[in-house]
């Protein structure tokens, strides 16, 4: 490295002095970008002097300059250039600066500023980390950015994503705020699955067109937050989208296509016993039935056996290729269109975006358009405009149920017994017209087909976001802005399971539609001044004022009159609701950045937020709150004279305080009545949470120190963050008993500690003219503890898991939050064990059932990222490796496998019967043997910490190969620009330890992580991107 | 900070004079009231619904005392005494919906006058709904119990059973006390739609119930409480039933049984079958409700063709229990043409149970009376209660009076044997109310039920004798629950409670 760095500094010293005289020449010449784009405003100066000139609007600039000078060339973003003076036209190419010094960054408010001027952690991913697409745009975040955990449940690729920064910060929500164009946007997650199934609704920001982002910066920490309030107590996500620039009219066509295949682990599954109980084989259709989707048969001879339709098939193994026999291989296909340009007063980007995704399970498809408008003008000298606006229409056919039984058609793909092929389920209704089942006793194990092609599950989204803002530049120190942000989305749905249904003979539907969203209007006064060479102030105070809506209507019918024929209309009985909520927060704020020298950076910020859903008439306790935070930052690189080999030096210390709220109508108890019997009304108490009128907000109070040091002229970098982020006074909904006649309270009690690191590595092992390589390893630890729930509970359970609830088979697992532990843990039941850790088993040979503890933590405490990024001439090859570590899950899937007798782990003991490894009570070894099926089902229903796995992982989780053609090839074909590129995404999991199911599987983006049951499996995609601009 | 803060705050002051936060806050959707008669309704009519119906009703109360049995070994793990967790849902659900309800409407009317007798029917309501949960599992959380908003008690501990029978007759008395015609009606009533004089009698019917439970537990007061019931007056005639009537008006009123096995095909699938036992005892005793409670899936309810399906086995084993064995079909089902249609009314507490409880005291001498006629009562209203199943329910004289003519009572010769009649009456007369079977046969031990013994139950061999509590508790509440179990005994199936001595 060092090498290299000096080899470059002899052949600049060698290159310039060339040149000797001394006379003053123009120079003319043109900047451009490395895509060949004219670059406006770039500073030209000659080196050593003061004159110099900036880009007009083509790029173009002419100076006088002494023959023998220097140019540089420097712009915002771009790496410094500095080149000698040359009689010729100058073609100047300016790289994009990927480790900048002067970087800029959008942060809280749409303010930009530089990074080097700021006190806390930010990382900003420009438009090309979004190369390879994901079907969520959060998705697209995981394994690139330290202090966040991404996590996509295995919902199907419609689902919502969670993002959570810097550990979980609270019992209730933990994920970020969304910012788009300076504005909040809605994030509403519509419906996630839980104990009881049920549909992953997706989320707002997968709404988004990733083509229509030009960056993406996640606010860490609580000060980069704590402009936002409450709402950004968890950190915020601040989007910036493409704008139109000065110059030609370009206009840039992006394409994508991917095909996602499912990841099946067909060899975790057993192939050698067939259909059956016992290890017997089905000897009439009664039987074949009653045994359910079980495979504790005899073993697989060949021999005919009956099966559960009546017909009589060879008792073979039917192959790997069963479960994929079912499910497609998914796709996705995307294309945008975008037109932009300016003229010097306005600009403008017009861009339509078409995204169509064919899910893995037949049947199940996304339809997404995005329309938008950005217009940027200079309306006078000092009144500046931008607009923003986006219209997006999504329509979902079939989004799959989960975790729960009824009306999830994965359930037994990940059940069905070797010997009985899928593809006999179809067509899956029987001469009646009702939902063919492998058993009528079960009649929750779903007929795939039925679920994919008779019961219906639809929605519909269009939604219109916009953001205006308005700056008027008073004079040269004051300005006033004022901006206004609106996002309103229409959603309709609909849910119909047909008559014939093996659960619902007479079937059901719903129906219902929402018109929800919010509004914000924000004002402020802002003042600039460099007071002197060495002083200078920024400061803005300002106000804010949201509502957030919704206002929905559902209706539901059951018993179709005529069949096949979906409407309310045809039920016999319907009934319906309404629901409409508004909750508004108001907010002033400030804040003032003074710095000395470009080297020591002071900021102050405050805000105060005051919240409708914290009011109510006799309430005591405030209803609003005071966000302080301040933040210092030293570049000691500006300071002090640094060996040479230290190129940049930051040290930053910030602290800071934010919070939350709930929302509306928490406070008082409320009643409802309900279905009328013999003309008699009923009504309840409402809810089964007892509301707090005197809930006050949430606190959260985050420290960080932190470092960016870089070396060998930016050549390695290293980014280091301690932070410790503590929350008070959470706002718990603990459960309680429920003898007492609710199920939970409202409790303002919760204390919960996070205290992480985060650490950025960044290389360039290798830049010479034509090949480069960029590596960039992101590491985080964070540790979270819950100090304190309330005086009178030390735990609460988050969620349970379908197995066990309710009397069902399965062994119960929980996620709980409980004091001294960290975010989330697993317990459930475990083994009972001796002084020496052996299992200690039961006269009949079973395993002692032990005490709930704790077998896990839902959280994995350590992510990773290792980026490498390679370019050779017009190549570009992009590899993202990812992994987190620490974590377990309980796996519903292998538990229900090992009750069922599908799990490989059931092969020992067929057979011969089950002798457990441990001792006998007495303490000498066990030693009687239990028919297999009896002791796994035992095992299954009893011991939850048989299937509770490290949930740790490594994937090679993108890769993309880019080719950029080369201009004269590019131009014959009328182009400005050609680029073409292979992508992959998930295609290798390098390190796991579950079997059957994904490492990443659960069933919510929730706080009930560390639970998976019956999900869609995951996919491994390929595809190809086309980018072209005329 | 203070300089800052204070500034804020006397600028925002200024500004948020125009937003009443306060009315924003008021939940447009749902009601900050409400009247105290749409609570009772909501307390009675949901005092049965489907998931329990099913599960805890049929699949565990009805199994264990072999009214019904099943192959199935998971939703009907009674048959077969498998412990699940669904043996801790009747105790979360029961609280957290009727007597939460019934608590708030007590809460409601207790200081006001006009509102006495509708506070009456509540106090008698929420112990029947009390006796029911006690009864399952013993100790449980009474005197701190379903009041946590008032209370702000989120942990509520667990009242010994003995406190709890003494509580639920001092409730009942004073609600029996506290009912006057003179007074604004009752609001809300679907059981007895206002009528204070069968409330009256209700109260000392579920009075002469408690009475007899506490038989082991508490002589002296059992005594005290039965005679006083009768003497104040019990039911008296087949009308005084208490009943919901459901109606098919929507999905939510019907009857929940019915339900439940309509939308589940039950019928068909035949994951409920009428128990071996019970069928022999009909057969034995030519017992016309035959009829009315037993059909095969095709709807043939012919009592010479019903078939029961003994308890304990699962579908393999079966074929050794069973030599002979074809199909489930061939067993017989509860009734689609009565039982299980979707307007039936649930059925929760009968003038034929409080005959046969009377016959019990007669018998035992705590009260005076002829024990045989009190039977023959009994028996006949049993049998006219069916009618209440529709026109196919319906029980001609000529076959009550064939049935009463068997005499089984007078010709039982010892104390033992006529208890047993008794017992077993009871059992048919209380058939798909599994609940009051199940406390019932517990108590007297009658009929004699032998115990099935499945290999793949850690319980073979002896009908549990109470739930286990909820899973929840242990983790919520494992204080008061654990304080319970210390004096109770294990929190077992076998583990005995208060009134349940050997």
Redesign the interface.
Known sequence: MIYLHRTFIFLFLLFSSLFVEAQQITVTGSVTDEHGEPLVGVTVQIKGSTSGTVTGADGDFSLAAPADGVIQFSYIGFTSVEKPVSREFMQVMLKEDLIMMDEVVVTALGMRKEKKALAYSVTELKEDAFLVKSPGLADGLAGKVAGINVVKPTTGAMGSTRIVIRGNGSFGNNQPLYIVDGMPIDNSNYGQPGLWGGVDGGDGISSLNSDDIESMTVLKGGTAAALYGSRAANGAIVITTKKGKKGRTSVELTSSYTLDTPIVSYSDFQQEYGHG??G?VPT?V??AK??GPSSWGGRLDGSSVIQFDGVERPYTNVGKNNIRNFYNNAWALNNTLSISGGSENIQYRVAFGDQRYNDLYPNSKLERNNGSINLSAQLSPRITMQAHMMYMRERVLNRQNVNDYSSNGNVLLWTLPPSIDVRTLSPAVDANGNELLLS??Y?YFANPYFVAYHRRQQDAKDRLFGTFSLQYDINDQWYLRGRAGGDMIYRRHESVTPKGT?????GYMGAGSSFGGEMNIEGLLGFNNNFNEEWSLHAFAG?NSMITWNESVSASG??FIQPDFHVLGNTQ?T?GG?????N?I?S?FGQAELSYRNMLYLTLS?R?D????????G?TTP??I?Y?STGLGFIASEAFNLPSFISFWKLRGAWSQSGGAVG??N????????????G???????S?T??NLNLKPLTSISYEAGTDIRFFDNRIGLDATYYIRNTRDDIVS??????????N?LINAGKIENKGVELLLTGTPVRTKTFSWDASLNFSYNKSKIVHITD??N???VATSRT??????GS?A?I?QEVGEPYGIIKGYSFQRDENGEIIFDR?GYPRKGE?KKLGVGVHPYTAGFNNSFTYRNFHLNMLIDGKFGGSMFSGTNDMAYFLGTHKGTLPGREEGVVGKGVKSDGSPNDKSVPAM?YY?YLANNISEAFVYDASFVKLREVSLGYSFPETISSKLGLSQLTLSIVGRNLATLYDKIPMVDPESGYSSGNAQGLEQWGLPATRSWGFNLNVKF | ?KL??TL??A??SL??LS?D??E????????????P???L??SQ??TSNE?LAK?TQIGYCMMMVQQTAS??R??M?GDKYLE????G?F???V???S???V??LINRTQDDESLVNTYAVGLIWKSYLFHRITDLYGD??YS??????VTQ????GYDPQKDIYTGLVAEIEKGISLLDHQKPGIQ???IYQGDIDKWKRFGNSLLLRLGMRMEKGNPDLTRSVVTKAVQNGVMQETGDICM????T?????ENPVGSVF????LV????VKISRTFMNHLQKTNDPRIRVYCALPDGNNDPADQKGLPNGY???SIYEGEPGY???ADYSTLNPATLLQLDAPAIHMTYAEVELLKAEAILKGWISGNAGESYQKAVRSSMEQQAYYGAQGIIEETEIEEYLNQDLFGKAPTLESRLNVLGSEFWVATFLNGYESYANWRRTGYPVLFPVSF??S?NQGRIPRRFTY????????PQ?VQEAVERQGADALSTRIWWDKE
């Open positions: 109980l016992s017997t009439s009664e039987m009653l045994s009528d006793i009649v093996g659960y619902d003979k007479d106000w059951s018993r009985t009934s309404q629901w409409r909520s508004e508004y108001n002033l405050g105060n005051w919240f409708s859903a914290l009011s109510l008439k309430k209803n609003n005071f302080p509306p109508y406070l008082a108890l409320t009643y409802g009545y309900g279905e009328s019997i013999n008699y009304p009923t009504g309840h108490v409402n089964s007892i509301p603990a459960q309680i008993s429920s003898g007492s006649g609710y199920n309270v009178n509970v735990s609460f359970i066990g609830a309710a009397g069902d088979e119960p929980f709980y009949n709930i009896e089902m | 900070m800052y803060r804020f705050i600028l925002s500004f948020l937003c936060f306060e924003k806050n008021i939940n447009p959707n749902n009601s900050s009231t409400i009247e008669g749409p609570l309704t909501y009519f949901y998931g599960r192959l199935e998971d939703e793990a699940t967790e669904m043996l849902v105790f979360t659900e609280f957290a919906s007597i939460k309800n608590q708030e449980i959380p701190e119990a379903g009041n946590g908003y008690n989120f942990y509520p809300g009533d679907i919901v009537q459901h109606s008006a929507k999905p939510a009123t309509k939308s589940h095909g068909n699938s035949g994951a699962d579908i393999l074809t199909s489930l290999s793949g850690p909820p899973t929840e508790e242990y983790s919520v509440n008061n």
